[in-house]
């Protein structure tokens, strides 16, 4: 599968950003997904995961109740609503695949397959 993100953005701090990244090629519902982030000087960090039905998801304890995770089979998409940003959320942005059946949503980067090219988003204060 292939990711393409979009969504980068420059925002106030306590403004919203809405994230997508589509995927094309083998059939996305067979994915679990996720988005990680990295920020300068800072490891890659997970963010939020869906699982392939979309029923499942996990957050970071970072972002919980600031960011909501979705998908749509249909739209072979998957997205990533941001409120209440901070400027502490500035950085690239991934989404990420996990070719799995799982209902388990993993936080680990290593357990992903497929990655797409960062998208930037910063957070002023």
């Known amino acids: 599968v292939q990711l393409q993100a979009s969504g980068r953005g420059l925002v106030q701090a306590g403004g919203s950003l809405r994230l997508s990244c589509a995927a094309s090629?083998?059939?996305?519902?067979?994915?679990?997904m996720g988005w990680f982030r990295q920020a300068p000087v800072k490891g890659q960090e997970f963010v939020a995961g869906i699982d392939w039905s979309g029923k499942e998801t996990a957050y970071a304890d970072s972002v919980k109740g600031r960011f909501t995770i979705s998908r749509d089979n249909a739209e072979n998409t998957v997205s990533l609503q941001m409120d209440n940003l901070k400027p502490e959320d500035t950085a690239l942005y991934y989404c990420a695949a996990d070719r799995t059946t799982s209902l388990l949503v993993t936080t680990r980067a290593q357990d992903y397959d497929a990655w797409g090219p960062g998208t930037l988003v910063t957070v002023s204060s």
């Open positions: 090629g083998r059939a996305f519902s067979n994915y679990n």
